[in-house]
């Protein structure tokens, strides 16, 4: 990796690169927020973006604003509606479109990040980490969760992925299943592989711990924000500049650094913002149906799952999260 400083800024030649997914355009605004928030922490990695056919022009034109790369995958299903019914989340089923990753061989080493993380702090240390590296799931702790991963891009990992897919299924439906199950010794051969929580700090733990939570809550480098309803999914009033309802710590970026450029890709064509209004019954944007059936993967015969439900409308609500953020990370 070679760094030179330019004008007083720091210009990048590197085959490293942060790489995130949206199958659609409601992920596409997340990786927008993703994206703008790598960059306003002065990351030296280059940002890959792999898109769904289906993610509107105006969406691309902003993601290729922020991103190095927009690349457009086919969109994989696990097809698996009985075990991603148990998390109450069959959209997660397109999620195994993330295994596209491997492919990227131009970089010989990327980490992965949802759509729906945001980085508060520089984290380009995670290059010094190996594959498979993550942090554990708070749900199952001998897990690890796939919104964070470190990974090598290998056009053979990417077959064996997929014929273990084919051969195996996936114990949850989705991702985080099928690449626990394939890189089973994350749990015990290398603690070097085991990313400390702050990388991935997600929802969850702040109501299974708390105690936890407010002694190193305020260290965290990335948040992932867990459920349908995101940071970027509130009510916005366009002519104060808040978000209704709630403090502007967590949508601000979204607001003020990611609407401005969909508006000018747009131009007069109206558009979902992505914003709701909470009194609304119906608060999750759809995704687009597709031109033709996505690639499926068939679940093994006898295989079983279990999580602990998310609660989206009670304790684990947007509105409660955001109430316990605010008040460490700042």
């Known amino acids: 990796m070679l760094v030179t400083l330019v ?3 720091l210009c990048l030649q590197s085959d490293q690169a942060f790489v995130t997914l949206a199958t659609n355009d409601s992920y596409a605004k997340g990786a927008m927020v993703l994206g703008q928030s790598l960059r306003n922490h002065n990351t030296t990695k280059k940002l890959v973006a792999l898109i769904g056919p289906h993610v509107a022009e105006p969406c691309r034109e902003v993601l290729s604003s922020i991103y190095d790369e927009v690349c457009v995958v086919d969109v994989m299903d696990s097809g698996d509606a009985a075990h991603l019914s148990l998390m109450k989340r069959p959209d997660l089923g397109v999620t195994f479109t993330k295994l596209h990753c491997w492919t990227l061989t131009q970089y010989s080493k990327c980490v992965f990040m949802d759509a729906d993380t945001l980085v508060l702090s520089n984290i380009d240390e995670l290059f010094e980490r190996e594959e498979l590296s993550a942090a554990p799931d708070p749900g199952w702790p001998d897990c690890f969760n796939s919104g964070v991963f470190v990974f090598k891009p290998s056009n053979e990992t990417h077959e064996k992925l997929l014929t273990f897919c084919g051969e195996n299924g996936s114990f949850d439906g989705g991702d985080q299943g ?22 991935n700090l997600s929802s969850i733990a702040i109501y299974s711990y708390l105690p936890a939570f407010k002694q190193y809550g305020r260290n965290a480098k990335v948040v992932h924000f867990l459920g349908k309803v995101k940071p970027w999914s509130h009510s916005y009033d366009t002519q104060r500049g808040v978000v209704k309802g709630h403090s502007q710590s967590l949508n601000c970026l979204y607001a003020q650094s990611v609407v401005p450029l969909l508006q000018q890709a747009y131009g007069e064509t109206p558009f979902n913002s992505g914003f709701f209004d909470s009194s609304e019954d119906d608060v999750s944007e759809q995704a687009a149906p597709f031109a033709s059936p996505p690639r499926k993967f068939h679940q093994r015969k006898g295989s079983s799952a279990g999580s602990r439900q998310i609660d989206y409308m009670g304790d684990d609500s947007f509105a409660n999260i955001e109430r316990k953020l605010d008040s460490f990370l700042k």
Do not use: Q
Request: one cysteine or more; hydrophobic letters at 45%; aromatic letters at 20%.
């Open 7 to 9: 004008d007083g800024c």
């Open 178 to 199: 099928v690449l626990n199950s394939f890189f089973n010794t994350w749990a015990t051969a290398d603690i070097s592989k085991h990313l400390p929580f702050i990388y």
